[in-house]
């Protein structure tokens, strides 16, 4: 059975920093392309960025290009999300995501979330 526990997420202020891990069991989590998207109160959930399985290739939301940076460690079956500069306007539940092939536009298995909050 495929498990996607997020960790990390809390409260920061405004500019503040946090980093999201994702921890993976059940797949071969090295040949699996991952997600993070996030969902706001009232809102769409919304993608955030993804890497590759082999984490050679990522890519962003423009709402958090050069603020936030994914990545993997795929002997220790996780993925991460930095986060920096954080607005308020980031606060969401951020959910981790895997996909067994990358030009699948829909992705396989969802952690549960963890909810960041940015107080201004």
């Known amino acids: 059975q495929v498990h996607l526990v997020e960790s990390g997420g809390g409260l920061v202020q405004a500019g503040g920093s946090l980093r999201l891990s994702c921890a993976a069991s059940?797949?071969?989590?090295?040949?699996?392309?991952m997600g993070w998207f996030r969902q706001a109160p009232g809102k769409e959930r919304e993608f955030v960025a993804s890497i590759l399985w082999s984490g050679t290739s990522t890519n962003y939301a423009d709402s958090v290009k050069g603020r936030f940076t994914i990545s993997r460690d795929n002997a220790g079956n996780t993925m991460y999300l930095q986060m920096n500069n954080l607005k308020p306007a980031d606060t969401a539940v951020y959910f981790c995501a895997a996909k067994q092939y990358n030009y699948d536009p829909e992705y396989d298995y969802w952690g549960q979330g963890t909810l960041v909050t940015v107080s201004s």
């Open positions: 059940g797949l071969t989590f090295s040949t699996y392309a």
